[in-house]
């Protein structure tokens, strides 16, 4: 009878395991430099062309497109088709012909990516605040501009996170500085503004910028700062932006018909903007938000 082969030593198997679980880890870590802004997914692919046996040369080349800030499954999918490359095959694989168009494509979007600011609005209840803080939270490329105030900080509110906290005197003095990019006053009591110089330093550092205000201050910013992207949120029906203001429950009844009333009126402005998402479901809306800060010029289009 025929012996039959040893099995694999164990430790050869732990070994393995652990080249496994390695290997993993160094492209996270890849995805996460480019996802960061710390390395260019060009450089990563140069450096798997250069070494077969690097991380990058094992990622696949959709993991590569899908770490480059606010591409998306989507966009990610179309380009893997315009470039005619499997979404099986990895970044050292590629033939010299697909390497050439992958290399252009990605020489081309980094020399033509803007640096932009994107205005969020929307009418009340749309979920604006719940967008952003996923775009805060899933996207950590964009930057939200933080807002100034005059009323004091509630429990739990930290100066510079939540707001800048300020006086009278110095709010004062950043109209007259035109330190504002917008401001208002609301409820007929405190005054809310946005302050233009951590956005201008943001910008030219490259890094894109979203706010996140109301119909009038997305007005006021339109006026000074013409180049920003406005993009008008909106729910997936009246009945359902209905729905979530008296769902929600922080308001009487006169005060949720106020806000029904002044929705319509914010609804009817929707066409003043750039672009329109429809927040069916938050973390798709983020997404498609985030995407159009990539989008060319002109190329802004309903959702």
Do not use: C
Not at 194 to 215: F, K, Q
Not at 248 to 273: H, I, M, N, W, Y
Request: hydrophobic share 40%.
């Amino acid at each position: 009878m025929t012996p039959r082969p040893a099995p694999p030593a164990d430790v050869d198997r732990a070994a393995a395991g652990r080249a496994a679980i390695a290997a993993r880890r160094a492209r996270a870590a890849v995805k996460q430099e480019i996802s960061s802004r710390r390395r260019t997914a060009l450089d990563a692919a140069q450096a798997g062309w250069n070494d077969p046996e690097s991380a990058e040369a094992s990622l696949r080349v959709t993991e590569l497109l899908g770490s480059v800030p606010s591409l998306g499954p989507t966009r990610t999918a179309r380009i893997m088709g315009e470039l005619e490359i499997s979404d099986k095959k990895r970044v050292g694989g590629l033939g010299i012909r697909q390497r050439s168009k992958l290399r252009d494509w990605l020489v081309q979007r980094q020399g033509a990516e803007p640096s932009r600011l994107v205005v969020l609005a929307g009418p009340t209840a749309v979920g604006k605040g719940t967008v952003s803080a996923y775009i805060r939270d899933n996207y950590p490329d964009v930057m939200l501009s933080v807002s100034a105030t005059t009323r004091k900080p509630r429990p739990g509110e930290v100066d510079g996170v939540h707001y800048y906290f300020v006086s009278d005197e110095e709010f004062d003095r950043k109209i007259a500085a035109r330190e504002l990019l917008e401001w208002a006053v609301v409820h007929n009591s405190y005054r809310y503004g946005t302050p233009r110089p951590p956005i201008d330093a943001a910008l030219a550092a490259g890094r894109r910028v979203m706010l996140e205000i109301d119909l009038q201050g997305a007005r006021q910013v339109r006026e000074v700062m013409p180049e920003a992207l406005l993009v008008f949120l909106l729910p997936p029906s009246w009945e359902e932006l209905v729905r979530r203001l008296i769902g929600r429950g922080t308001e009487q009844p006169e005060e949720q018909q106020r806000r029904l009333d002044s929705a319509k009126v914010e609804l009817a402005a929707q066409d003043e903007f750039d672009a329109k998402v429809v927040n069916r479901e938050v973390g798709q809306a983020a997404r498609e938000v985030v995407e159009l800060m990539d989008a060319p010029a002109g190329a802004h289009t309903s959702r």
